[in-house]
């Protein structure tokens, strides 16, 4: 079983919203991942999760907000974002962080309007 | 600096017919290597993975790659493509102690 869920699948905010982005795991990974992905690009690494410390944060701004509450759960958290950041957001896991086998969860489209 | 490169933008072929996407790194410790798969609107799936032994790998859908260190290449095959298989296919490096890179893609079409 290599599933990762991210909910929702659809997400339509305005700049003024907070909303956020869940993702859970089951497969007993210790690093979980948030990537951003604009069309026709490779997914960008935003953070990482380590054993529940955010060991990477590459730059993101901090109108994006990860949290980490338990070792199987990963939230984004969304406030005053721009249009530029509609995207489809995947959330990821592997066994340990750095190198490993990353897994892919479906994703979550998100709409700035 | 670590680098992935996929040659080819996009790649058209006719339903039937073989397949070898290609994908070039650099890389100064020893990779691991990755091919992923994209359909429209899906997140990103792991079709296989190099990081020791045989330098022939297998993966999910009949696909195949074949790691050459002299080369600097981890090239994707299939020996039948299938209409199923149009998607934007990813190639990835990394190592032990660093996180992954991936490519640009190469975007697979399929003629009927």
């Known amino acids: 079983d290599t599933e990762v869920t991210q909910t929702p699948k659809h997400l339509v905010m305005g700049m003024t919203n907070k909303k956020s982005l869940k993702c859970e795991q089951h497969?007993?990974?210790?690093?979980m991942y948030w990537y951003k992905q604009k069309a026709k690009k490779p997914p960008e690494l935003m953070f990482v999760?380590?054993?529940?410390?955010?060991?990477i944060n590459e730059s993101v701004p901090s109108r994006f907000s990860p949290e980490c509450p338990n070792s199987s759960l990963l939230n984004l958290h969304l406030h005053a974002l721009q249009p530029e950041d509609s995207a489809l957001y995947l959330c990821?896991?592997?066994?340990?962080?750095?190198?490993?086998?990353?897994?892919f969860g479906e994703g979550s489209w998100l709409t700035v309007v | 600096a670590q680098s992935v490169t996929q040659p080819d933008i996009h790649i058209t072929v006719s339903e039937g017919a073989s397949l070898e996407l290609r994908c070039n790194y650099s890389y100064g410790a020893t990779p691991y290597l990755f091919w992923y798969v994209q359909s429209p609107g899906q997140g990103l799936q792991l079709l296989l993975k190099?990081?020791?032994?045989?330098?022939l790998v297998q993966g999910i859908k009949g696909f195949e790659a074949e790691f050459k260190r002299s080369q600097s290449s981890f090239n994707l095959r299939k020996p039948s493509v299938h209409w199923s298989d149009a998607a934007e296919y990813f190639c990835?490096?990394?190592?032990?102690?660093?996180?992954?890179?991936f490519g640009k893609g190469t975007r697979l079409h399929i003629l009927p």
């Open positions: 190099y990081f020791s032994g045989d330098t």
């Open positions: 990821a896991s592997s066994p340990d962080a750095l190198g490993n086998t990353i897994y």
């Open positions: 990835a490096v990394s190592n032990r102690d660093d996180k992954i890179i």
């Open positions: 999760y380590s054993y529940e410390k955010l060991s």
């Open positions: 497969m007993g990974h210790r690093a």
